[in-house]
């Protein structure tokens, strides 16, 4: 898939300052998903359980959400290290005093609410100083290795903390397993305490709303740039729908619950598989393989749709998180080999937000458009936007004749931190 020289991932840890970054972030984020699980295990208890889940969850991601482009802004002004600093330790904090929440005779939903409401505020801040931090961990060769590692990390994250959290509860309590997570926000504090970085490129700044404007024209101005987040948009709006009216099809045909577990499962090792391969990958174009790893994504849709094997419809699930994380690493490298370094927090805080922003809406209108129209025919329509907008992004933007296409996604050379206008990566 290209010429380029792959640096092997030893090679990536091997800078002790993305090993620092790495090992802080790989425990924080077994802790994560041990909450996760934990939170939603803590909160099952009457006929109300599914309401009280929501409120906590949603608490935290709408308050992650507003956060962000305040947190975008910042991470573009102060050093990008402290504000992580900072968000861990309010999410150090926030995770020990739900935990104790929990162990005690005292518990309140609205006081655990609040608590995920100021963690979630945390993670708003941290989440776009964390991605446009990496480029300064290591050299140009190594940032999809770099990124791609972090990804591994997560992935496998996800894949080990149900197990741990559910061992927690059944065992110590619920209350240990965010207690737990508090400790890993403390073990990341202490890496990024550490952790020393180059001065980062100082820039004339304005007030907030000139500064969030700047970022914007940063994304506008670049049709790779938003042409492929209106994509990312569409995809997440669309795949609700597999959450919601996917998973309610296969769990109320034969096999019920246990054939979603091993969608679900499937998912999961496909999300890990895929987090390994972009260590090995270096395509010439890589939004235009990107793309087309996320078309791949509408294929369980439209497997459950028409009632296929569940176990092809597992390999299906495996074969959408693969491409999904392909994806992410090589996204990512692409916004910080070609956004400027002083806008870098600020774009990756709109594109977090422009990818993200539609799922709630589709989370809310999967049950009654699949009560309108049926679950299948739901299903065959999202899977139709999520390969067709992944696949004319590919073809029409990230074509050869686009205008820098080859100087964009060679990925070789120097991290371009001037900005690309026009280019597709």
């Given amino acids: 898939m290209g010429g380029e020289t792959r640096p092997r991932a030893l090679d990536t840890l091997r800078d002790a300052r993305f090993r620092l970054l790495w090992i802080g972030q790989s425990v924080s984020s077994v802790g994560s998903a041990t909450t996760l699980t934990a939170l939603t295990l803590a909160l099952v208890d009457g006929p109300d359980s599914a309401g009280r889940i929501g409120v906590v969850l949603a608490s935290g991601l709408v308050s992650e959400a507003v956060f962000l482009l305040v947190g975008g802004v910042l991470a573009d002004r102060l050093p990008r290290r402290l504000i992580m600093l900072a968000a861990d330790a309010v999410r150090c904090a926030g995770h020990v005093l739900m935990g104790l929440l929990l162990l005690g005779d005292g518990f309140s939903l609205a006081a655990v609410a609040l608590l995920s409401a100021v963690t979630g505020a945390a993670g708003g801040f941290f989440r776009p100083a964390s991605v446009s931090v990496v480029p300064s961990t290591v050299t140009a060769e190594h940032l999809q290795s770099a990124n791609a590692l972090l990804a591994v990390a997560r992935r496998l994250a996800m894949l080990l903390g149900p197990a741990l959290a559910t061992t927690l509860v059944l065992t110590v309590g619920v209350g240990w397993a965010l207690v737990l997570d508090g400790v890993t926000f403390a073990l990341s504090c202490l890496t990024l305490a550490l952790l020393r970085l180059p001065e980062q490129r100082s820039r004339t700044r304005g007030s907030?709303?000139?500064?969030?404007?700047?970022?914007?024209?940063?994304?506008?101005?670049?049709?790779?740039?938003?042409?492929?987040?209106?994509?990312?948009?569409?995809?997440?709006?669309?795949?609700?729908?597999?959450?919601?009216?996917?998973?309610?099809?296969?769990?109320?045909?034969?096999?019920?619950?246990?054939?979603?577990?091993?969608?679900?499962?499937?998912?999961?090792?496909?999300?890990?598989?895929?987090?390994?391969?972009?260590?090995?990958?270096?395509?010439?174009?890589?939004?235009?393989?990107?793309?087309?790893?996320?078309?791949?994504?509408?294929?369980?849709?439209?497997?459950?749709?028409?009632?296929?094997?569940?176990?092809?419809?597992?390999?299906?699930?495996?074969?959408?998180n693969t491409g999904l994380a392909v994806m992410s690493a090589l996204w990512d490298t692409a916004i910080q080999r070609h956004v400027p370094d002083t806008s870098l927090a600020r774009v990756g805080a709109i594109d977090w937000l422009l990818s993200t922003a539609l799922a709630p809406l589709g989370m809310v209108a999967a049950g009654p458009l699949a009560q309108r129209f049926g679950a299948a025919s739901a299903l065959g329509v999202a899977a139709g936007v999520m390969t067709v907008s992944c696949l004319l992004v590919a073809v029409v933007v990230a074509s050869p004749g686009d205008p820098g296409a080859e100087a964009a996604g060679s990925g070789a050379g120097p991290i371009d931190r001037e900005g690309v206008k026009s280019a597709a990566v």
């Fill in 208 to 320: 907030f709303t000139r500064d969030l404007r700047e970022g914007w024209d940063e994304v506008r101005t670049r049709t790779w740039l938003w042409t492929n987040l209106t994509a990312h948009g569409l995809w997440n709006l669309a795949r609700t729908i597999y959450f919601t009216a996917g998973a309610t099809l296969v769990i109320t045909r034969p096999g019920g619950e246990w054939s979603w577990g091993l969608v679900v499962q499937g998912g999961a090792v496909g999300a890990v598989a895929g987090a390994l391969l972009a260590l090995r990958v270096r395509p010439r174009r890589p939004l235009r393989v990107a793309n087309l790893c996320l078309a791949v994504g509408g294929l369980p849709l439209a497997l459950i749709a028409i009632e296929a094997n569940v176990w092809v419809i597992v390999v299906a699930a495996a074969a959408m």
